[in-house]
């Protein structure tokens, strides 16, 4: 997964939704577009605008998502959870949302998928 973020995203700054957040910037060495580290602190929908802020401003064209939001796995197993709860599905909703763009897996492991956007209006 770490190998397949850094190939895939040669930014700096990228979004990552997954229970594994914070692991995962460790081992890339990349920054979080999210106001928040670790994704469990959002609870709210208060909480969430606040922290997708920046990501709303600039609409990235790749992010990094945990393979169960686009169906390319039954579970990713993830290294850190929290019992039936899950804020990943709702943030890339509401991401595509403010966005108005649909996001779509082009390269999937057991775990985790890059994800790209088909369409981004307007493009940034």
Do not use: H
Not at 19 to 32: H, R
Request: net charge neutral; charged share 25%.
């Amino acid at each position: 997964e770490v190998e397949m973020i850094k190939q895939n995203l040669p930014e700096n700054k990228i979004v990552i939704l997954s229970p594994d957040d914070t692991y995962l910037f460790y081992l890339t060495e990349k920054q979080n577009f999210l106001s928040d580290n670790s994704q469990y602190t959002i609870l709210t929908e208060v909480d969430m605008n606040y922290s997708l802020k920046d990501v709303y401003q600039t609409c990235p064209k790749r992010i990094v998502a945990d393979c169960t939001l686009f169906n390319k796995c039954k579970n990713s197993k993830p290294f850190t959870t929290l019992a039936g709860f899950s804020i990943q599905p709702i943030m890339l909703k509401k991401i595509q949302e403010k966005c108005n763009l649909q996001y779509e897996a082009k390269i999937c492991t057991e775990q985790l998928c890059i994800v790209e956007a088909k369409n981004q209006w307007p493009i940034r």
